[in-house]
């Protein structure tokens, strides 16, 4: 990410209290965060790719026409007053692709999607799903989106509301794993977890937290960040992530 969109100051960490149990000694090998990006916004992508021909219009699987989405990012733009350039800065990614994208020509990783929609404010559920304005929005356990990955697993527990950046999901980490190492959110965005089960060590830059259960943290997002599982025993943490600037 540019220097421009993250924030390199020293770590902010409130933490309730830590666990001084020693790290396991063997640890499964870090997975690529290309593999599993975000604990959120991958799993949420991966329910509504790959898109599919419709009636002669390029569409997600959830119906949502690539064009679109070109329009949500364009509209999103213009709102902050952004040029095409300056959005393309913000979010580190090329001019070209931000165009592609707007003008529904190119369907974006869920890296550059991830980047794009933390630049605007918003996340990748707020661009790829309708808006849900009840009062009450329930989400039954048959319709949450749910990603398994190499012992890994994660319930997406929120919907996609309107001028909400804020989503939750459950995760269930197998033991003696290091996490993927998440590159920075949006400036300003923050991530709470709360750990309910097992033992987990928390990296945010350069600081290391080690929890066990019942503890939690709350960290800032916009800055590299890794969560691991160092103990012998699964672990099961809820994460609350915020990616709208304060």
Excluded at 24 to 29: E, F
Excluded at 66 to 82: A, F, I, N, P, T
Excluded at 121 to 146: C, K, M, N, P, T
Excluded at 193 to 222: H, I, N, P, Q, Y
Aim: proline fraction near 6%; charged fraction near 25%.
């Amino acid at each position: 990410m540019p220097t421009t969109t993250v924030r390199h100051e020293p770590v902010s960490t409130t933490v309730m209290s830590r666990s001084g149990s020693a790290p396991a000694a063997v640890y499964r090998k870090p997975q690529r965060a290309s593999a599993m990006f975000s604990s959120c916004e991958g799993v949420y992508y991966r329910g509504v790719i790959p898109s599919k021909r419709i009636s002669g219009v390029d569409r997600f699987s959830n119906g949502l026409p690539v064009s679109e989405l070109g329009r949500r990012v364009r509209e999103g733009r213009q709102r902050r007053g952004l040029t095409l350039q300056g959005l393309a800065d913000a979010a580190g990614v090329s001019r070209s692709m931000l165009s592609e994208i707007e003008r529904g020509a190119k369907m974006p990783t869920v890296l550059v999607l991830d980047r794009v929609a933390g630049a605007l404010g918003s996340s990748v559920a707020q661009l790829l799903d309708g808006h849900r304005s009840e009062s009450a929005v329930v989400i039954r356990a048959d319709d949450q989106r749910v990603e398994v990955e190499d012992g890994w697993t994660w319930r997406l527990l929120s919907p996609a509301l309107p001028d909400r950046s804020t989503q939750v999901v459950r995760v269930v980490a197998p033991p003696n794993c290091d996490g993927p190492e998440f590159p920075a959110h949006a400036a300003g965005s923050r991530e709470w977890l709360a750990l309910e089960r097992g033992r987990l060590r928390v990296t945010v830059g350069s600081e290391v937290v080690e929890l066990k259960a019942g503890d939690a943290v709350s960290f800032v997002g916009d800055l590299v960040h890794r969560i691991s599982n160092p103990g012998d025993d699964e672990a099961m943490y809820f994460l609350v992530i915020d990616y709208s600037a304060p």
